[in-house]
């Protein structure tokens, strides 16, 4: 059973460009949740997402930055017009239910110069 | 969610019982103690997890006090693999799923 998978695992933009980061969840997990860790941070929840519904965005910023679960395929978390201050890593995990253990994948390590 | 409480660093020599404390002292009674751990810039890997009974499984053992505000992570037999940031996470299940990181222990196995 193959774990979370997140891509890319590196991604460079340019200032102003667009990020798209992907997540693929653990085989039967419905639930999706983002966190961002910055250079020489914690790490901080962004969004909670399960099949085509937003839960809890509590944590995402107000502009720029959204995300979607759709019916089929992968999760996405989009940045528009990334600024240096996007640099961060990017994890997502995933879970059966919203009880219990969230299982993390890789990350993608966002860079913009 | 309660806070938690945890040393910054701390050094275990390897082959030797990590012990890795978390104050938690404002925890409700429905609210779980999670464990994760981070090894070098990689994913959170979960650990363990409980409410008030200890736990063990093949990674760590759970110690929680009985009284339920502080818990005690044992790595029985740390290697230098073992090396890495440890959180501990307080959480009611089912109320929203998110994990709230500390800044947690960093445990240096040294040879």
């Known amino acids: 059973n193959a774990g979370v998978m997140q891509n890319p695992r590196h991604l460079v933009r340019r200032r102003g460009q667009e990020a798209r980061l992907r997540c693929s969840p653990m085989?039967?997990?419905?639930?999706v949740y983002w966190y961002r860790q910055l250079p020489e941070e914690g790490l901080k929840f962004m969004v909670y997402?399960?099949?085509?519904?937003?839960?809890?965005e509590s944590g995402m910023p107000k502009e720029r930055f959204s995300a979607e679960f759709p019916k089929e395929g992968p999760s996405i978390l989009r940045i528009q017009q990334v600024v240096r201050g996007d640099s961060a890593a990017y994890f997502c995990?995933?879970?059966?239910?919203?009880?219990?253990?969230?299982?993390f994948g890789p990350g993608t390590r966002l860079t913009v110069l | 969610d309660a806070k938690t409480t945890q040393p910054p660093s701390m050094d275990c020599a390897e082959g030797r019982a990590a012990n890795l404390p978390c104050n938690h002292s404002?925890?409700?009674?429905?609210?779980?103690v999670y464990w994760y751990r981070q090894i070098h810039s990689q994913g959170p890997q979960y650990i363990i997890h409980?409410?008030?009974n200890n736990e063990t499984n093949e990674m760590a053992s759970l110690i929680i006090t009985e009284d339920r505000k502080s818990s005690t992570l044992i790595l029985p037999h740390a290697t230098l693999r073992d090396t890495a940031v440890y959180y501990c996470?307080?959480?009611?299940?089912?109320?929203?799923?998110?994990?709230?990181f500390g800044q947690g222990t960093e445990l240096s196995v040294k040879p």
């Open positions: 995990a995933s879970s059966q239910s919203g009880l219990g253990e969230q299982f």
């Open positions: 085989k039967g997990h419905s639930h």
């Open positions: 997402l399960q099949k085509e519904n937003i839960i809890d």
């Open positions: 404002t925890i409700s009674g429905n609210e779980y």
């Open positions: 409980g409410l008030k």
């Open positions: 996470i307080v959480r009611v299940d089912g109320a929203g799923g998110k994990l709230i």
